[in-house]
């Protein structure tokens, strides 16, 4: 059973910066596809960024291209994902998900663990 820990989330006014981070407890990310998600009120949950965590490939959503960077530390088994130049539209609760067998990274059904979600909300 992997449980995941999101952390980081908080209230940031727009053009700010946060880092969320993604750890999974008592089990290594090796060999997973681990995910970025987010859902806002009233809309469906969208992917975000993720990452293949042995080889390093990642991958991010066109709307956070070149504001948002998915990063991991492997001594430390966590996920990153870094953001700047936060949009009001950003605001959403962001999960982190994991899958040894994903084979869409942007698909949720794709990931049969996820962590509880931490809050991110962007002022304008």
């Known amino acids: 059973q992997v449980q995941l820990v999101e952390s980081g989330g908080g209230l940031v006014q727009a053009g700010g910066s946060l880092r969320l981070s993604c750890a999974a407890s008592?089990?290594?990310?090796?060999?997973?596809?681990i995910g970025w998600f987010r859902r806002a009120p009233g809309k469906e949950r969208e992917f975000v960024a993720a990452?293949?965590?042995?080889?390093?490939?990642?991958y991010s959503a066109d709307s956070v291209k070149g504001r948002f960077t998915i990063s991991r530390d492997i001594a430390k088994n966590t996920l990153y994902l870094q953001m700047t130049s936060l949009k009001p539209e950003d605001t959403a609760v962001y999960y982190c998900?994991?899958?040894?067998?994903?084979?869409?990274?942007?698909?949720?059904?794709?990931?049969?663990?996820w962590g509880q979600g931490t809050q991110v909300t962007v002022s304008s």
């Open positions: 998900a994991a899958d040894p067998r994903a084979v869409s990274y942007y698909n949720p059904s794709s990931y049969g663990y």
């Open positions: 990452v293949r965590w042995s080889a390093g490939w990642t």
């Open positions: 008592g089990h290594t990310f090796e060999g997973y596809t």
